[in-house]
């Protein structure tokens, strides 16, 4: 099975489908719900999984963020940026879970296999990816895995596009060294 | 900086998913919270209406009484009470009162 099935490039660029989606959940249609997950949470979950490091927490988080759309009720119809809407709410939330936590685990969004591309790779990325500080891995979460641009990344972040490359560039010279390193020795 | 080959590397890494479970759950919270959604919005038309209604059966019922009071007196509005009998008695007792505190020069 080719590990491309997990490439999450199907997220809806297209802002009339979003408001279409909304619209009817906001008539309380949850097959819209269901669509709307389809597309967004796995962005969102390794959005959180990154800031708080644990699975489980994670998923929590995860169904809280939908939740809070369900909540809008009637008004959810008039959100403009849904990705944006989306990635703030789940920051908030991973923030406030963080608080109240001493510690959290480096857990990589990566899942090791030994799939097509063998566990060795598997392992030497997760590994390079958890050498990089979190602010920098989740720009490379969020540009590679799911193609979004640096002005998407900077809105679902709240940072500017020009940091978001930034903080990209220098994951990738980090993350290129390392693999390059670790591919020298193998 | 081209970082296309370093991006297909990571990209043919798959990254961990959010369990199943975790889809069904949330389907079965949010319809539960929008069937409540739906009642509660339902109640507020029910009692938006109930007020409505209300509102008119008590012009109607003002508008009925005030009527019967015409035909029994004989006059519309506020007429019926300066022209009733009451109002004349009222009058005359105040009258009488301030003669009797002023004395009939109306001096005190």
Same mark, same amino acid.
């Given at each position: ?186 | ?20 479970? !975790?889809?069904? $759950? ?5 319809? %539960? /919270?929008?069937?409540? *959604? &739906? ?24 508008? !009925?009484?005030? $009527? ?5 007196? %004989? /006059?519309?509005?506020? *007429? &019926? ?28």
């Amino acid at each position: 099975m080719r590990a491309n099935q997990f490439r999450t490039g199907n997220l809806m660029n297209d802002r009339s489908e979003d408001r279409d989606l909304l619209t009817a959940l906001a008539r309380g249609d949850l097959g819209a719900l269901e669509d709307l997950y389809e597309a967004y949470a796995p962005p969102v979950y390794h959005l959180l999984l990154g800031r708080v490091g644990d699975q489980d927490k994670a998923q929590d988080l995860l169904q809280e963020v939908f939740m809070a759309l369900v909540d809008r009720g009637g008004k959810v119809g008039k959100i403009r940026n849904l990705r944006a809407y989306l990635f703030a709410i789940a920051c908030r939330k991973a923030s406030g879970l963080n608080k109240r936590r001493s510690a959290t685990e480096n857990l990589s969004q990566v899942e090791p296999t030994a799939g097509d591309v063998g566990l060795a790779e598997s392992v030497a990325v997760r590994d390079a990816l958890n050498q990089l500080p979190a602010e920098q891995r989740e720009v490379v979460v969020l540009k590679v895995w799911h193609e979004l641009t640096f002005a998407e990344i900077g809105q679902a972040l709240d940072i500017s596009p020009n940091t978001a490359a930034s903080r990209y560039r220098y994951a990738m010279e980090k993350l290129r060294a390392i693999l390059g390193e670790m591919n020298d020795e193998l | 900086m081209n970082y296309d080959r370093l991006e297909r590397r990571l990209r043919d890494i798959p990254l961990r998913q959010p369990a199943p479970e !975790v889809k069904r $759950q949330l389907l079965r919270r949010a319809a %539960g /919270r929008l069937r409540a *959604q &739906r009642r509660g919005h339902l109640l507020r038309w029910v009692f938006a209406a109930a007020a409505g209604l209300l509102i008119v059966i008590n012009l109607v019922f003002g508008q !009925v009484h005030s $009527q019967r009071i015409a035909q029994l007196t %004989g /006059r519309p509005g506020i *007429q &019926r009470v300066i022209g009733s009998v009451a109002y004349a008695e009222g009058l005359e007792y105040r009258e009488q009162m301030l003669r009797d505190i002023l004395g009939p020069n109306g001096n005190s």
